[in-house]
Structures are given as C-alpha cells and as structure tokens.
Nanobody, 128 residues
C-alpha cells in the first residue's frame, strides 16, 4: 500500500533551520505532485507549499515564502522541505501529501482535498 513517511522534525531555536524529508513507497512517485502542510494545536491544517511532478514549479504560502524551499528527488522517491529562519509560529506537526497528477491549479489552491495520500506527520518545535 501507499506509504508516506516524514522525518527530520525536532526542536530548534528561532532563526535556526531544519530539513524535513518525505519518503514515499507503494506508488509511482513521479506521477504525484507533493505537498507540505502543517497543523498547530487548536488550528486547522494549513498549506505550506507544493511541488509539481517534475520539480519545475513550486508554490508556497505567503507565511513561508522566502524562508522555506520544497524540492524532490524522483530517483529516491523523496520530497524535501528545507526550512530556514524558523519562527515560533512555525511550530506544528508537518505532513507531506501526494496529489495524483496534480495540476498547477490544484497545487496553487492548497486544498487538502486535492491530495489522496498523507503521511503521519513529524513534529517541529521552534523555541523563542
């Protein structure tokens, strides 16, 4: 079955960096656009960013633009989220998700319903 496994979360001080990975199995990775979402306690899950199937386009929420970078390695079936200049408000559980043949319209929308498969999440905590 399809599995998405996030790793790389942890505790970091404000201004620091983390790199999250999302390892995919059970699917043809290159057929899926990949998205990153996050959910803080008491809040709804929110879109962080996405990358299309061939890594030619990326999309970001305004709150992370210029600080976060999404990439992918289709040979390794892995997507990445590089997070720099982290802020306490970035504290959340981070999830990766896969969108089958995701279009630019769906990726730009950031709608969770566009994504068929989800990982279990990894905790990111940013201390002030």
């Amino acid at each position: 079955q399809v599995q998405l496994e996030e790793s790389g979360g942890g505790l970091v001080q404000a201004g620091g960096s983390l790199r999250l990975s999302c390892a995919a199995s059970g699917l043809v990775f290159s057929n899926y656009a990949m998205g990153w979402f996050r959910q803080a306690p008491g809040k709804e899950r929110e879109f962080v960013g996405a990358i299309n199937r061939i890594a030619s386009s990326t999309y970001y929420a305004d709150s992370v633009k210029g600080r976060f970078t999404i990439s992918r390695d289709n040979a390794k079936n892995t997507a990445y989220l590089q997070m720099n200049n982290l802020k306490p408000e970035d504290t959340a559980v981070y999830y990766c998700a896969a969108d089958y043949f995701g279009t630019s319209r769906s990726l730009r929308s950031g709608y969770t319903a566009e994504y068929e498969h989800w990982g279990q999440g990894t905790q990111v905590t940013v201390s002030s």
